[in-house]
């Protein structure tokens, strides 16, 4: 299994153009009613791996995502009046996607939103998308360990089993840990529960 993906490793998906992904999700996309909507949080220096992940989550699960970071209609100067708009912008999606990087998880800004699409989408339409640095074998979000309250998204490779002995069948998955014990759904399957 899969918990956290190297970054670049998506990044035969990023011949995508951000352009259509700036847009506000309920006001203007053709489609925005046949399809979930996405709000990924990620931090504006981090394209690269923000082009990988949405051109992925749009060719293979046919979602329509939304980011901030290109949305023009947002005002040039970050204010009070970003936020109340960002606000507006993760309660119309769907789903609530937070990028999770280091450059991401040090963000002041991400964090807010973070914090704000889990007051609206907790916990089954909130996903963490963990990323770390090509190369780092060990690793993990020290001093950020609220984030393990949320459900991540996650690769198994088919030779993983259920509790039952069953086989996991090969995929993406969302799963969440609670108390109770480790829980997975088919990426897929999470995307189409509105």
């Given amino acids: 299994m899969k918990t956290i993906f190297e970054q670049g490793s998506f990044s035969a998906y990023s011949n995508i153009r951000l352009d259509e992904a700036r847009t506000s999700i309920a006001e203007n996309y053709q489609f ?18 923000l082009k990988g992940v949405l051109g992925f989550l749009e060719k293979n699960y046919s979602v329509k995502v939304y980011v901030d970071s290109q949305d023009t209609s947002l005002p040039r100067i970050t204010s009070a009046e970003t936020a109340s708009q960002i606000k507006q912008r993760i309660e119309k999606c769907d789903k609530f996607i937070f990028l999770a990087t280091d450059g991401a998880i040090a963000s002041n800004w991400c964090n807010w939103e973070l914090g704000y699409g889990d007051s609206k989408k907790y916990s ?17 979000y ?3 360990e609220y984030m393990s ?18 086989l996991i069948k090969q995929g993406y ?12 759904t088919q990426l897929a399957d999470w995307f189409s529960k509105r």
């Fill in 124 to 140: 089954s339409h909130i996903a963490l998308f963990p990323m770390k640095p090509a190369g780092k074998s060990d690793y993990s």
């Fill in 32 to 49: 925005a009613q046949a399809k979930t909507t996405v709000f990924i949080s990620h931090k504006h220096d981090e394209l690269d791996d």
């Fill in 149 to 166: 309250i949320y459900p991540y998204i996650s690769y198994f490779d088919g030779s993983e089993k259920y509790t039952s002995g069953n």
């Fill in 142 to 144: 020290t001093g950020s």
């Fill in 173 to 184: 998955y969302v799963r969440t840990i609670t108390k109770d014990g480790n829980f997975i």
